[in-house]
T-cell receptor, first 115, second 115 residues
Framework: NAGVMQNPRHLVRRRGQEARLRCSPM?????VYWYRQLPEEGLKFMVY????????ESGMPKERFSAEFPKEGPSILRIQQVVRGDSAAYFC?????????????FGSGTQLSVL | AQKITQTQPGMFVQEKEAVTLDCTYD???????LFWYKQPSSGEMIFLIY??????QNATEGRYSLNFQKARKSANLVISASQLGDSAMYFC????????????FGIGTKLQVIP
């Protein structure tokens, strides 16, 4: 069974460009979560999606950031007009259910560097 | 809102000794789940152990155990017989009960095992 797949592993963008981060959840998982990790900081929740629906986007900046999880295909985290402060590791996680004891399975992350 | 506090930015432990990593949490939810994850230098997030707030016994998984004190709202991770491979970041996390709930993480503790 393939785990959570994120690509690209590393992404370099210049200021003002767009960044698109992809996440394919584990087979059978319909819940996807995106987190951002800055150096020496923990994982900060950004957005929680279920197929075709955004469940909770309370951690995602209202400007420039968007996320989707279409019926077919991977979940996409999109950052428009990137700035240096967007440089971070972005982790995707998935779960089959949302019961209290349901652990998250994480991808290897995408390291975004903005020049 | 949920909050996870990890007050130890860094910890050292001698190989083969036991170490306790602290985690306190704040929530108004009567029912919730607590998780610990390990992040080695390679970056992936590895699930270690889970504790439910109504579980009668403290959770154990091999060398990992959770010292759960509900009244104090603490869920400390105990690693016994430390190994060099235990050197990593450790994150405490919480999910409240109920559908469609996000998982909130602490800022982590960096553990270094000394030979």
């Amino acid at each position: 069974n393939a785990g959570v797949m994120q690509n690209p592993r590393h992404l370099v963008r210049r200021r003002g460009q767009e960044a698109r981060l992809r996440c394919s959840p584990m087979k059978g998982h319909s819940h996807v979560y995106w987190y951002r990790q800055l150096p020496e900081e923990g994982l900060k929740f950004m957005v929680y999606l279920q197929k075709e629906n955004i469940i909770d986007e309370s951690g995602m900046p209202k400007e420039r950031f968007s996320a989707e999880f279409p019926k077919e295909g991977p979940s996409i985290l999109r950052i428009q007009q990137v700035v240096r402060g967007d440089s971070a590791a972005y982790f995707c996680a998935s779960s089959r259910r949302t019961t209290t004891n349901e652990k998250l399975f994480f991808g290897s992350g995408t390291q975004l560097s903005v020049l | 809102a949920q909050k996870i506090t990890q007050t130890q930015p860094g910890m050292f432990v001698q190989e083969k000794e036991a170490v306790t990593l602290d985690c306190t949490y704040d929530t108004s939810d009567p029912s919730y789940g607590l998780f610990w994850y390990k992040q080695p230098s390679s970056g992936e997030m590895i699930f270690l152990i889970y504790q439910g707030s109504y579980d009668q016994q403290n959770a154990t998984e091999g060398r990992y155990s959770l010292n759960f004190q509900k009244a104090r709202k603490s869920a400390n991770l105990v690693i016994s017989a430390s190994q060099l491979g235990d050197s990593a970041m450790y994150f405490c996390a919480m999910r409240p009960r109920g559908g469609y709930q996000k998982v909130t993480f602490g800022i982590g503790t960096k553990l270094q095992v000394i030979p």
